[in-house]
């Protein structure tokens, strides 16, 4: 299967502080990749679609200016949390489609776990 | 009414035991199903594709799709310690956007 990291795996930071959190394919390269958030004992709840080279698209009641996102390249995109406030805590993962390989399907990243303090 | 809607569990079970794990859904244009592994504090991985209808086998693992029924399904045989997960069941009509169930978290007890 194809490859997605993640870094960094985890992050304390204090609050009103930005936090920056890459995605990287790492055997594939995706035009498209996503970001989820996952409370704990929930499933995953898909934030945004980060497109490279265009705007990224937000879900129903996420703050763009809060989570920006950049897909700087056909193996990046970053989710910067802006302004951290101990409500942001949570486990942050990131997917990518992969469509040259079998199967085509979304492989996720190990997930980053931000604390807010 | 939710996209796809599964039992959060938790689910135990003995070793050795056939475990089954279910969701339903509603969007009859869902083409694409999947199951994912999760562990505590990891990230989702892969476990069965299908597409379409129909039945997939891999080792312990079988996946069933029907679509008649809007109803999939995962089958673990022989069901070992290390399978204590959760599970999250997750489907789309392309691979840019699924929909995830809640996840069934199932302990699996020597």
């Known amino acids: 299967g194809a490859v997605v990291s993640q870094h960094p795996s985890w992050v304390i930071c204090k609050s009103g502080t930005s936090v920056k959190i890459e995605c990287r394919s790492l055997?594939?390269?995706?035009?498209?990749m996503f970001w989820y958030r996952q409370f704990p004992k929930q499933s995953l709840m898909l934030m945004a679609t980060?497109?490279?080279?265009?705007?990224?698209?937000?879900e129903q009641g996420v703050e763009k200016d809060k989570f920006l996102i950049n897909h700087a390249s056909l193996t990046l995109s970053t989710l910067t949390v802006t302004s951290a406030h101990p409500e942001d805590s949570s486990f942050y993962i990131c997917s990518a489609p992969q469509t040259a390989g079998v199967p085509e399907t979304q492989y996720f990243g190990p997930g980053t776990r931000l604390l807010v303090l | 009414q939710k996209e796809v809607e599964q039992d959060p569990g938790p689910l135990s079970v003995p070793e050795g035991a056939i475990v089954s794990l279910n969701c339903t859904y509603s969007n009859s244009a869902f083409q694409y199903f999947m199951w994912y592994r999760q562990y505590s504090r990891k990230g989702p991985e892969l476990l069965m594709y299908t597409y379409s209808s129909g039945n997939k086998e891999d080792g312990r693992f079988t996946a069933q799709v029907d679509k008649s029924s809007k109803y999939i399904s995962l089958f673990i045989r022989d069901s070992q310690p290390s399978d204590s997960a959760t599970y999250l069941c997750a489907m789309g009509y392309n691979f840019n956007k699924f929909y995830f169930g809640s996840g069934t978290k199932l302990n699996v007890k020597p």
């Open positions: 980060s497109n490279e080279g265009s705007k990224a698209t937000y």
């Open positions: 055997d594939f390269q995706a035009t498209t």
